[in-house]
Each structure stands twice: as C-alpha cells, then as structure tokens.
C-alpha cells in the first residue's frame, strides 16, 4: 500500500476469528440433533436398546411435553424382537406401522 491508501484505511476493532485453529470433527464434538439419538459403538441387548430414550420429557412444537424412545422394539414375524434406531431406520418403522395397520385380506384398516 502507499502512504495515501493507509492515511484513507479505516481500521474498525472486529472480533478475533476462532476458526483459524484446528476443529473437531462431528465424531469428536458428538453432534446429534438429541444427545439420546446417538448409536453406541459397543453392542447392547434388546432390553438395554428398549430403555434408552432420544428426548425426555421435552416440549415439542405445540408446548406439549413429549418422550421419544431411541429405539422402537417390533416383533418379527419369527417371534423374535428387534430394536430398530428411530432416525436410521425409520424407513423399516414406517413399514411395521403399515402392516399393522392392514386386515388379514391386505385391506388397510384406518
């Protein structure tokens, strides 16, 4: 710059940027939309999946307070249960629901 472009220069105080440094990733900051939504690496039984809730007691869009499971137990058609994750396998849940929802004809029931 010359002598004249700095005697024009407005210097206004801005705050210190904090992204210059090194970030976490999303794994190491544990960023989930519910802490409770999180799927833990180690292995749990179908009664341990059952009991852990992705929200709480926490008010929804109407101010009604809600409890979301994190993990919804269905029943195969084998007898055994299985727990499926309420974000990553919502598709699978939305397909319990409709067959739930059907006569023995295949007729949907409302």
Do not use: C
Request: hydrophobic share 30%; glycine share 4%.
């Amino acid at each position: 710059m010359t002598d004249k472009t700095q005697e024009n220069q407005i210097n206004q105080p801005v705050s210190e940027d904090t992204h210059l440094g090194q970030e976490e990733n999303v794994n190491e900051r544990n960023l989930t939309a519910n802490p409770g939504d999180k799927i833990s690496d180690e292995p749990k039984s179908i009664e341990e999946k059952a009991k852990q809730l992705a929200v709480d007691d926490v008010p929804d869009i109407t101010g009604d307070k809600i409890t979301v499971p994190t993990y919804f137990v269905v029943d195969e058609p084998d007898g055994k249960k299985k727990a499926l994750h309420h974000v990553k396998d919502a598709e699978e849940i939305s397909d319990v629901i409709r067959q739930a929802r059907v006569d023995e004809n295949g007729n949907r029931l409302w």
